[in-house]
């Protein structure tokens, strides 16, 4: 699972890595591109063994968050449209294709690669807790999890590098939502690494121009902690706040 607040450098990470990390990898901003550009989603792009069926009957059942005109909240249909299957392609013509879309359709998709056995990577914000309960459900089935986590030292970072990431023809997200997500992300850190074989922590603060971040430490079994001897320099402060802390004891 490659993890970390909006704007932190997760996708510029991820295509520096070895190619076997990410030759399954789940996206949800790359579908959500790939949809809006043909409607069709293609399951056998992950697994031709996944049920169609099972995706379509939870997308048609599944609402999404609707503001309304007074600032309270309510839900509406996920879909407009019912979808067409036709062997492994879904057609989604006619619904709106977004963010929201594109991450449910990757909830389904997850799920149902665990239980087919097979190994994928995935990206996320880690802002919400069913990623932790992801990764705990991964290893009671067996598999072995593996978490590469990148942020910055502040959100005012995230937030800059996002507007840049829009001028440059990326997609938004809203100035509020980042930084709400900066501080539940780093908040689930120490529980994503303790569910997770092996942790790699990166900081990302100062080094966005060189397409690269700064590899702190290792995390074994949730709790070993081995630092990179090649690190420099001290400790970012969320790494102090939100992981030593956690993993060494007080003299």
């Known amino acids: 699972m490659f993890a970390g607040p909006n704007g932190s450098g997760k996708s510029t990470m991820i295509n520096g890595l070895d ?15 790939d949809l809006k550009a043909t409607p069709i989603l293609d399951l056998s792009q992950f697994d031709i063994r996944i049920n169609a069926n099972i995706l379509v009957d939870y997308l048609t059942q599944a609402s999404r968050p609707l503001k309304n005109a007074d600032g309270t909240l309510s839900k509406s249909p996920l879909l407009s449209v019912d979808p067409v299957i036709n062997g492994s392609l879904i057609d989604l013509s006619g ?47 067996g598999y072995r999890t593996y978490l590469y986590f990148v942020t910055t030292e502040d959100p005012d970072i995230n937030v800059d590098r996002v507007k ?32 997770s074989d092996r942790a790699y922590l990166f900081d990302n603060s100062s080094n966005a121009t060189k397409n690269m971040a700064s590899y702190i430490c290792e995390v074994t079994n949730g709790d070993t902690l081995i630092i ?24």
């Open 164 to 195: 840049q990431r829009v001028k440059n023809g990326g997609h938004p997200v809203e100035e509020i939502k980042i930084r709400e997500r900066y501080f539940r992300t780093m908040h689930m850190l120490i529980d994503a690494i303790e569910v």
């Open 228 to 251: 990179n001897p090649d690190f420099k320099g001290e400790f970012p402060i969320w790494f102090e706040k939100y992981v030593l802390v956690h993993l060494v004891d007080e003299e």
């Open 19 to 33: 190619s076997r990390l990410s030759k399954l990898f789940l996206n949800a901003d790359n579908l959500e591109r």
């Open 95 to 141: 619904n709106t294709i977004d963010s929201y879309l594109a991450a449910r359709i990757l909830d389904v998709i997850r799920k149902e690669l665990l239980t087919l056995k097979v190994g994928f990577t995935f990206e996320t914000v880690m802002s919400h807790e069913s990623k932790i309960e992801f990764l705990r459900d991964a290893k009671t089935q």
